[in-house]
């Protein structure tokens, strides 16, 4: 029993062995072709290195904000608003919702939803946000409510983003 206990073993080790030096052994490489070496580019042409990502801190407190609104449509059993938002501030705004809230005539509040930017929003950014509500028949005006992560909004409604 001993001896194929160590029969064993030494055929293992010896297999283990035979692979190690045909896995290093280098595989025969076809003989180099001289070619005309290219022309070495400028130093102007190679690209900078890489620069690591910084973190910016986000913003705490009140934001400053332009929006615009593109579209307000009624499309199937939704009534889609597409607005676009411009960042005033000097810093990034993380986590942007904005909540839009429809009124009847009586200014009963009707239905409404809500539209969250989940990237930091850059300062100088523009974005477009959607907001789907669902459709009631008696809906006569909107209102939006804007909110971030690190405190208020202040929104500022124009024509055209600057």
């Known amino acids: 029993m001993k001896r194929f206990a160590f029969a064993s073993s030494v055929c293992v080790l010896l297999a283990f062995t035979a692979v190690s030096v045909f896995a290093q052994a280098k595989p025969a490489q076809a003989p180099a072709i001289k070619a005309a070496a290219p ?3 400028p130093a102007s042409t190679t690209p900078a290195p ?8 986000p ?3 009140t934001a400053e904000v332009e929006f615009m609104e593109v579209s307000a449509k009624k499309i199937g059993d939704d009534i889609v608003t597409v607005l676009k938002i411009k960042n005033l501030s000097p810093s990034p705004v993380s986590l942007l919702k904005v909540d839009e809230y429809w009124y009847n005539k009586a200014q009963k509040l009707v239905t409404g939803d809500s539209a969250a930017y989940r990237k930091p929003f850059m300062p100088g950014e523009i974005i477009e946000l959607t907001i789907k509500a669902p459709y009631k028949s008696d809906i006569a005006v909107s209102q939006y409510q804007f909110s971030h992560a690190g ?6 409604r124009v024509k055209k983003l600057s």
């Open 50 to 57: 890489a620069t690591p990502a910084k973190f910016i801190k």
């Open 151 to 156: 405190g208020s909004v202040n929104p500022k």
């Open 59 to 61: 913003l705490k407190g």
């Open 39 to 41: 022309a070495p580019a």
